[in-house]
């Protein structure tokens, strides 16, 4: 995983470029002051968006800050700014920081209109794909038209839309579904097949069309409302290699205890296989009809009121039954514009929004053209020379576009009209020297671009000075491990069998039972009664204080626990099968945890270092006018 990004999100430090003074300056690192103004508003940035428990004091933030300031230094004096790598990442995060820039408002919440109108819509389709590459030759390009009229000739004609689909298209998935892409709404496809999927009518097909994929016709099956997001919590049995009734059989169980006024809630926790949502209860997030495994989504989309749930079912996971908690129709237009504006920058969309800002950026700018040079470059008449090859055909603003340039532009175009490769390349100028001047033009951007510099220096550093040393030093990091052996323990486990029942009379024959050592399938079958279920095990090994065990219970002896209450209808009983006791935890074992502790050692060292290179000094008269100032 690349958690690059969410570092520079969670160190960006604002920068300020205002003059100094010895009375507005906090403390100084070398002689290089920080002001007051600074510091209280990246304290006041971060305080906001951190939770109340973990928000530090102004002196602890403080001794942060300047710690920061300290590596940014030494970043920046070991001159990892110039290294190419840094560079083309650096850039990387420009062009995205760079894309709300490009397009045009008023487009822009056209196209942010026009996706919530289709949000509204599920579109089923079939389509037929002929493949062509981007740059074919005009004789590709004609065959590849052909063929597409071709078959929808004969779909007009009568002939089935799958059987033309199997015999016709180079989607190779049409083999097996017929060209028929199942439901799906606005951002699920590339923008030209959604423009005709959702203007073409129910039953008809479309003419051909072009995506980056090649000719297309599409055939709408169907088109319905949105059935928007659902939230559900479900409990999930995982199969048993060993026993394949295992799962359906446990899944059915809990299914009879919900139908018997059970606790959905507190049977996840207990039992289900799926640890990410046991412990809320079998929760999971809000998702849509096509975001999920159609097996899945099928069932969970068919429950119609709140609370209810489906009978066992199976998906390539294990076995499901699922409760619904909430249905969520489609936001109002105000509540989803900022989302849909967001996605729209990210989109193809942003082209069209783009191509406005180009016109807009020709009538601001002063732009110069060489018709003559045009004219050579057009009848492929141009001198080789350097000199002639040197001259600038645009001038934008002052700075000069050489006629090379285009002529370079225009190798990697060679099936493209000469005209249209001119106005591209002129459109392609324009826009790189808006990018490229931003930084002058916008202050906000210019803003926030010193901070991805300064995020990215940072990340760097501590990945040479503390994250690779701390994974890769395996000697010291195994001489650490040797010195702080004491922190590194496995916790107090048991071997338990937990019994959870409804009823306390059940309860105390399944205590009496456990007690006598009576297998777990000769206790269902002595206290279930037929299709009514009154206890449920789960077996595992749980460290002591685990979410599952009930809570105060403790690992301390071996044999049956009293009855325990968990609430008005349900009552637990634990069977300690082994007691697993604190130990020492072995270095292969532990070395996550060592690697952690290392890397906070390492730092820690580091930053004393820092100190004692890059003299610090505090301002005590502007420290106490900051923590007044951030009293409330």
């Known amino acids: 995983m690349n958690f690059k990004p969410l570092f520079i999100v969670l160190f960006l430090i604002s920068i300020c470029s205002q003059a100094q003074t010895k009375k507005n ?43 920061y300031k300290l590596k940014l230094k030494q970043a920046y004096e ?18 995205q920081l760079i894309t709300p820039y490009l397009t045009d408002s008023k487009i822009t919440d056209d196209l942010v209109k026009e996706a919530y109108d289709r949000m509204k819509i599920e579109v089923n389709a079939s389509h037929i794909l002929i493949s062509l590459p981007p740059k074919a030759s005009p004789q590709d390009t004609l065959k590849a038209y052909q063929k597409i009229i071709e078959a929808r000739l004969k779909i007009i004609n009568g002939s089935s839309f799958e059987e033309v689909a199997k015999a016709y298209s180079e989607d190779p998935s049409a083999q097996n579904n017929g060209g028929n892409l199942g439901y799906f709404s606005v951002f699920d496809m590339v923008y030209p097949f959604e423009n005709v999927a959702f ?46 009734l295992f799962a359906k059989t446990k899944i059915k169980e809990l299914y009879t205890k919900v139908l018997q006024g059970d606790s959905f809630k507190f049977l996840a926790k207990m039992h289900s296989d799926d640890k990410n949502s046991a412990v809320n209860g079998g929760a999971i997030p809000k998702f849509k009809y096509n975001r999920m495994i159609k097996s899945f989504a099928d069932v969970a989309f068919s429950l119609n009121e709140t609370n209810k749930v489906s009978k066992p079912f199976k998906t390539q996971f294990g076995w ?24 729209i920058e990210k989109n193809e969309r942003a082209k069209i929004a783009g191509k406005s800002i180009v016109n807009k950026l020709m009538n601001k700018y002063t732009i110069t053209k060489d018709n003559n040079l045009v004219q050579l470059f057009l009848k492929n008449e141009i001198d080789s020379t350097q000199q002639e090859l040197k001259q600038p055909v645009f001038i934008i603003n002052g700075a000069k576009t050489q006629l090379n340039a285009l002529v370079d532009y225009s190798k990697t175009h060679g099936n493209t009209n000469s005209e249209v490769i001119v106005n591209d390349f002129l459109e392609i100028q324009i826009l790189n020297y808006f990018k490229d001047n931003l930084e002058k033009t916008d202050a906000d951007f210019a803003f926030t671009m010193q901070e991805y510099r300064d995020g990215l220096l940072l990340f760097d550093l501590l990945q040479d000075k503390v994250w690779n040393r701390a994974e890769n030093d395996t000697i010291a990091l195994k001489v650490f491990f040797d010195k702080n052996a004491q922190k590194y323990y496995w916790p107090k486990r048991g071997d338990v069998t937990i019994a959870s029942c409804t009823k306390k009379d059940k309860a105390l024959l399944v205590q009496k039972y456990l007690k006598n050592d009576i297998s777990i399938d000769e206790i269902k079958r002595l206290v279930n009664e037929g299709p009514v279920i009154h206890v449920i095990f789960t077996k595992r090994i749980l460290e002591e204080g685990d979410k599952k065990l009930p809570t105060n219970f403790k690992l301390n002896t071996v044999g049956v626990s009293n009855i325990i209450k968990i609430d008005t209808t349900n009552f637990v009983i634990i069977k ?32 004393k270092e820092l100190r004692q290179q890059y003299p610090v000094k505090i301002n005590k008269r502007a420290l106490k006018k900051v923590i007044k100032q951030n009293q409330n």
């Open 25 to 67: 300056t906090l403390f100084t690192v070398v002689n290089t002051p920080v002001s007051i103004d600074e510091f209280n508003k990246v304290f006041n940035k971060n305080r906001d968006i951190v939770a109340e428990e973990n928000k530090k004091s102004i002196e602890d933030y403080l001794e942060l800050y300047i710690n």
């Open 576 to 607: 300690t099968n082994k007691i697993m006791h604190p130990e020492p935890m072995e270095f292969k074992k532990a070395k996550g945890r060592v690697i952690n502790d290392f890397q906070e050692y390492i730092e820690k060292q580091w930053i």
């Open 199 to 244: 203007n073409t009518k129910e039953g008809e097909v479309s003419m051909p069309f072009k995506t980056k994929f090649g000719y297309h016709i599409v055939k709408v099956n169907k088109k319905r409302a949105s059935k928007g997001e659902i939230e559900v919590a479900h409990i999930m049995i995982k199969d048993n290699v060993e026993d394949s």
């Open 78 to 95: 070991l001159k990892y700014d110039t290294i190419s790598v840094y560079k083309k990442e650096l850039n990387s995060y420009r062009e």
């Open 320 to 343: 499901h039954i699922v409760k619904l908690i909430k249905k969520h129709p489609i936001k109002a237009f105000d509540q989803m514009h900022d989302e849909l504006t967001q996605k």
